[in-house]
């Protein structure tokens, strides 16, 4: 029987999380804000390194935590099965600029290719919410690329309720997007 859980981020998962990043075949793994490491100088494959940033992670969800430049103060929490790294939820507490208010919303998440079809994105999506619960926050944005018909699915089956599907054109060129988002609301 195999125990999946929902826990900070940890260095103990170093080795897991290298495996996932693998499969992702990019750092740029969704949920798992591991561009802040390359923000850092950080190079995830060095133990060392890898604990800097889960300890950054970590610290970022604290009360009155002050985030590094740029980023908004977010709690993390990884998806985990007997001890392997499955995915990542991280819920922004503010929308504290441009790209977070448009294209990032509230809540990112994702599920590494081996461990999905499982449900895991909507424990993640669920435990995240509760946590926006805790924070006091009415309502959370929650987007995914025109194309993701998984977390169309997971987002809807959350409450989301469409805004609107943006084209690429509305956003500016320093946000990278290459495809159409999807703009959700959920009221808490």
């Known amino acids: ?5 929902l826990v900070p981020p940890t260095a103990g998962l170093h080795d897991s999380w290298l495996a996932s990043w693998d499969e992702w075949g990019t750092l740029d793994q969704d949920g798992a804000s591991a561009f802040l490491a390359e923000k850092l100088g950080l190079d995830l494959r060095k133990p060392e390194d ?6 950054v992670l970590v610290d970022m969800g604290r009360p009155g935590a002050t ?3 740029g980023m908004a103060p977010q709690s ?3 998806v985990v099965e007997d001890g392997e790294y499955l995915g990542a939820v991280g ?3 503010v929308l ?46 929650v987007t995914c690329r025109d194309s993701n018909t998984g977390s169309v699915r997971t987002i809807e089956g ?8 943006r084209p690429v054109e509305r956003y500016p060129a ?6 159409p988002m999807r703009r959700y609301w959920i009221e808490l």
């Open 1 to 5: 029987m195999t125990s999946i859980t």
């Open 50 to 55: 890898f604990a800097e940033w889960v300890r």
């Open 67 to 69: 985030p590094p430049e």
């Open 76 to 78: 993390t929490l990884w």
């Open 91 to 93: 819920l922004r507490h």
């Open 96 to 141: 504290s600029n441009e790209y977070l208010a448009e294209a990032g919303g509230h809540i990112g998440y994702g599920i590494r290719p081996s461990a999905r079809r499982r449900g895991l994105a909507t424990l993640a999506l669920q435990a995240s919410l509760q946590q926006a619960r805790d924070l006091g926050l009415d309502r959370v944005l």
């Open 158 to 165: 959350a409450g989301g309720v469409l805004e609107e599907v």
């Open 174 to 179: 320093s946000f990278g997007l290459t495809e």
